[in-house]
């Protein structure tokens, strides 16, 4: 069965920085292109960015700004989302999923997502 579990949200101040988390289950990571998300209540969920193995490529939200780096574990069915320079506007339910696309679409299984709220 596929499950995403994502981790290691938080809270920090402006300008700090988190390290997320994604484990998941139910499929070989290495031919998956993975992704993170972000969610705040009453918008609609957005990409952040997302890694496709078959050329290596990266997506990023315009948001990014070369403040997140997306990384993966392929052996330990893991991937990563370092976020620097976090800012309030981050503020959001980050979630994690796996799927042949970039970007992957909405249906299907999601994880329960990971708090992240930068405020000072």
């Known amino acids: 069965q596929l499950q995403f579990v994502e981790s290691g949200g938080g809270s920090v101040q402006p300008g700090g920085s988190l390290r997320l988390s994604c484990v998941a289950s139910?499929?070989?990571?290495?031919?998956?292109?993975v992704a993170w998300f972000r969610q705040v209540p009453g918008k609609e969920r957005e990409g952040v960015s997302c890694h496709r193995p078959s050329d290596g490529r990266i997506y990023e939200g315009d948001f990014v700004k070369g403040r997140f780096t997306i990384s993966r574990d392929n052996a330990r069915n893991t991937w990563y989302l370092q976020m620097d320079n976090l800012q309030p506007e981050d503020t959001a339910v980050y979630f994690c999923?796996?799927?042949?696309?970039?970007?992957?679409?909405?249906?299907?299984?999601w994880g329960q997502g990971t708090q992240v709220t930068v405020s000072s």
């Open positions: 999923k796996a799927h042949q696309l970039c970007w992957p679409p909405d249906f299907g299984t």
């Open positions: 139910g499929l070989t990571l290495s031919d998956w292109s």
